[in-house]
């Protein structure tokens, strides 16, 4: 909401003030006689008049101060400092502004980096300088470099305050850069009674205790050791969300019972961590993304929704497969992402009884997916899910080495039967003409029996909304090899080959193909639609 925001919301107070009623009488003779008379002497009368005119030329002096502050408050940083150069009444309400997020866009910067942050702290500096501190209640800062000590020492002990709620530090450094030493003492003597969420990045944090009112913590490139974060927890009872990412110092985590509010927690890349202990009991979303054997350390058992995926290892969802089931008894969404497949799907020792959303992303990390991975042996996964409402496959890969379908459809394989009487929808975006997913494929469709609709793409471009021709209208498709685009024609052969004829006629078949202007073979992508 910017200034002329502001002129509306000034505008909707400018009611005039009822004027005075008149009571009249008509006498015989048609003249008519004013009944309602002024109190007190001509000269307060003359005051009262004018009071009245000055009320109506600024109605501001109508609206209680604190209304005001709150009006300037809501405004874009640059438009509250504008307001400020042109109002008293401002200028107080931005040296105690309840809310200062600094960034590269509220701050109006341009150029290069280095122009970037030098202008960065000025900007800053000027303005922490002429707060006052006083309620102050969320603090952000953004920069694509690290600030020197001195400055964000200097901000801090005005930004963190006993009234402090958000307090938010981002830094994007140089590599090897030394990472800033957050002052955790100012932060427990301060904000301890107050503070609710807590953002911090490529920092070092070496919490002494816990903080009762925080609900969310999300570190990010921040050296803490598991001690330092077991301290913090032990007495962060209001704790909802918890996220670790890329934390090279954390070498165990530790979740008490004590933490009853957690519900979601999010564990990405920390390399040195040996032994991962959670028994929060209301934990029910959980995104893990390292050494898939840490799972087994325990306390999943309330878990709902569970993301999986590791960088450095491979074979994701033959782990799934084979070990969640007990790990989380009670999972309904499961998100598998995995790198590469050495092994095929198992049989599961135990029945997914609660799983109702399964959805797994195959990443061909050079190039291609593991061209010796069967997409039947995914069969015993949705066999060992009795309630499975959803099934999504995502096969990202630049280039498709499968073996690829051959003419004679009596070579096609044919799993066991086994009843999917509540998959409604299936997704596989990605669809290519190997033929081990013509065969998973066909085993989906003589087998559930309350499938409504099937969704086959044959290109896979990160695009939300896979109705390409329609977002011509403020850009183009993702661009896409032409390998892949001439595997999707090879795949809409195969489906019209291989899948209409097995589809039911209470099944909708949803088939997407390559955009006709950005997915064309070389020579009419692209840039011939630009030029047309």
Known sequence: MGLLSLKRLMSTQRRPRPRRRRQVQARANGSVTLLAKRKGS????????????????NPRVSLPEDIWYHIHSLLPLRDAARAACVSSTFLCSWRCRPNLIFCKKALGLNGNWRENVRELINKVDHIMKNHSGIGLRTFGLQSYNLINTCYLDRWLNV???????????????????????????????RGGNSIKHIHLSYCAFRPTGGLKFLRRLHLREVHITGDELKCLLSNSF????????????????????????????????????????????NLSTFHYDGNLARLSDGG????????????????NVHYASANLSSIVPTIETLIISSFGEEVNTVVAPFKFLHLKSLMINLIGFNGAFSP?????????????????????????????????ISQDSSHLRQMPRSSHGNIKNVNIIGFCSAK???????????????????????????YVHPDRLSVHEVGF??????PMI????????????????????????????????CHAPEGLGVKDHRVA
């Open 477 to 482: 498709c993702g661009r896409i090899g032409s």
């Open 42 to 57: 001509p000269c307060q009368q003359e005051e009262d008049d004018n009071q009245d005119v000055k009320r109506m030329r």
């Open 486 to 517: 001439m595997e999707a024609e090879n795949a809409l052969l195969a489906i019209k080959r291989y899948i209409v004829g097995k589809v039911p006629s209470t099944v909708k078949l949803v088939v997407l193909k390559p955009c006709s202007w």
């Open 372 to 404: 010796a991975y069967d997409y039947l042996s995914l069969a015993y996964f949705i066999d060992a899910s009795p309630v499975l409402e959803t099934f999504t496959l995502i096969v990202s890969q630049i280039r498709m080495e499968h073996d690829v």
């Open 436 to 462: 081990s997913m013509i065969e998973l494929t066909c085993h989906i469709l003589e087998n559930a029996t309350s499938l409504e609709c099937l969704t086959l793409d044959t290109i896979h471009d990160d």
């Open 159 to 189: 930004a963190i305050t006993p009234a402090i709620e958000e307090f938010s530090l981002t830094q994007f450094p140089e590599y090897n850069a030394k990472y800033y030493n957050f002052p955790s003492s100012i932060l427990f003597n």
């Open 300 to 315: 999943l058992l309330a878990v709902k929704k569970l993301h999986i995926s590791s960088f450095y290892q491979y074979n």
């Open 238 to 281: 209001a704790l909802e969300q918890l996220t670790l990412k890329y934390c090279k110092e954390l070498n165990y985590l530790r979740i008490p019972c004590q933490l009853q509010q957690l519900k979601d927690l999010e564990v990405y890349e920390c390399k040195a961590l040996q032994m991962m202990e959670v028994k929060a009991p």
